[in-house]
């Protein structure tokens, strides 16, 4: 119990430490100088919190995608709205409690992953700003991928779509259905294209490279990071 008590104490603790505001006495030099790049009339009051998540989006390559390609929770979708892809299924939505208007815990777990993977397995550097990018658009077409594979377990192979009403004797009429190939499979097909040519166009971009250095000139994207640094964009 004595245990049990710490670990809550401890807890409390750190989530009051959280929500205390920044002391800009004493903040970080680089959080402080972005800030004021933003608010020059006035410092923000911020948590310590809330500086913790700009600093490690600036600070994190990929961080900023984590947060934009996952999907805003919608559930199982409500006055009119489309219920999620991974609907019926999501653990979260079965019990009654998805995380509504906030990035989907799942995907979110996927983007990490994939990245870390990414990252090794093509040796991809952090400070290559044309790999980062093509390793953000591999992800995002990972997750479309997924999505449209979630719809096909959903909804099947065929798409019911309406192509016009019989009239009845009553005044009524009986919708009459086409049957067309689901959409979702055409975009999973033209999602693994893309993500083909997106590898395809990773490997040009190392030839490319491997070429300029032969001759003992910078490649595109070193002289485009170049750049950058003497813009001040990025660090020296």
Not at 10 to 18: F, G, I, N, V, Y
Not at 58 to 80: Q, W
Not at 111 to 120: E, G, I, K, L, P
Not at 197 to 211: H, Q
Request: glycine residues 8%; aromatic residues 6%; hydrophobic residues 40%.
């Amino acid at each position: 119990m004595a245990d049990a008590l710490t670990a809550l104490e401890q807890d409390l603790l750190a989530r009051d430490a959280d929500n205390a505001p920044v002391d800009w006495d004493v903040a970080p030099t680089e959080l402080r100088e972005l800030v004021v790049r933003y608010y020059p009339s006035g410092l923000p009051s911020l948590t310590v919190k809330q500086a913790r998540e700009v600093l490690d989006r600036l600070a994190t390559p990929g961080a900023m995608m984590r947060k934009a390609l996952p999907l805003v929770c919608v559930g199982a979708g409500k006055d009119g709205e489309p219920a999620c892809p991974y609907t019926p299924g999501c653990p979260l939505v079965d019990a009654g409690l998805p995380p509504l208007g906030q990035p989907c815990p799942f995907e979110t777990a996927n983007v990490d992953s994939w990245f870390t993977a990414y990252m090794r397995d093509l040796e991809v550097l952090p400070t290559n700003l044309v790999e980062l990018s093509q390793v953000k658009d591999l992800i995002a077409i990972d997750l479309l991928m997924q999505r449209a594979t979630g719809m096909l377990s959903r909804d099947g192979l065929i798409d019911e779509n309406p192509v016009g009403v019989i009239p009845d004797k009553v005044g009524g009429g009986i919708t009459v259905y086409r049957k067309d190939p689901a959409v979702a499979a055409s975009l999973l097909e033209r999602f693994a294209t893309l993500k083909q040519r997106v590898l395809k166009a990773m490997v040009a971009t190392r030839e490319a490279k491997a070429r300029f250095k032969k001759d003992g000139q910078k490649d595109p994207s070193t002289l485009y990071g170049d750049l950058l640094r003497k813009a001040g964009l990025l660090p020296v």
